[in-house]
């Protein structure tokens, strides 16, 4: 493997989830001035332990509320850890859920701008790339329109360009390309490709073994917060579907595909 750029010990996460159900601020003073607030804890992760070099793709794989999108969170230094410990080298560049840090009231243009200054480039640097992420993003004249009318896979495109525009070490991708057309999603694994020969490390999380098959390195399978197998894309795949009963995915990997 190559020199680790993300080192993960012993890490679990825990989410401490009230037991009564608040739909307010002011419902939550009233609990807690009686007293009637109670708790239970949630392991989202489990003692994950596990190193990732440069260069690597590396799928995640699992059921929903296996923490697949908690250690995408973590890994992206939006979460710290309960327990454990993890180092990631250098810049890392999540898109972890559609549209979050967009302003929907901003043009597609507009976005471009402020996400970019989120991330800690200069004007002057943002005016250099905006013109080739706008082209990129392939959204036309609707990069000029606010992007409360775009479509879920207008965000889509318009969150992968920025975030891909300059070369990260770390790109964390959680369901992105599970939407959009073929023509953008063929474009975005060029990019990845591109990426990946440049060094940078890519994880992604997918609900699609075949994406995972095609595009990943390496994969992670996590069940309850526990990651059960770490391996090659083809043995990781195949082991998750035979548990998950998936005789599509099986019936697809022995036809080669």
Known sequence: MAEPVIRIEGLSLCYRLAHQKVHSLKDYMIHVLRGALSYRDLWALKEITLEIGAGEVVGVI???????????????????????????????????ELGVGLDFELTGVENIFLMALFRGFSRAEIETK?????????LGEFIHSPVRNYSTGMIARLSF????????????????????????????????????????TVILVSHSPLEILHQCTRCIWLEGGMMMADGTPLEVVTRYAESAGDNDTLALIRAGA
């Open 161 to 200: 360009a920025i975030a891909t525009a300059w070369k990260p070490d770390v790109l964390v991708l959680d369901e992105v390309l599970a939407v959009g057309d073929s023509r953008f999603i063929g474009r975005c694994h060029e990019r990845l490709r591109e990426f990946r020969e440049a060094g940078t």
């Open 130 to 138: 905006a013109e080739s992420i706008a082209e990129f993003s392939g």
């Open 62 to 96: 699992g059921r929903n509320g296996a923490g697949k999108s908690t250690l995408s969170k973590v890994i992206s230094r939006v979460l710290k850890p309960s327990k454990g410990s993890i180092h990631v080298e250098g810049k890392v560049s999540p898109i972890l």
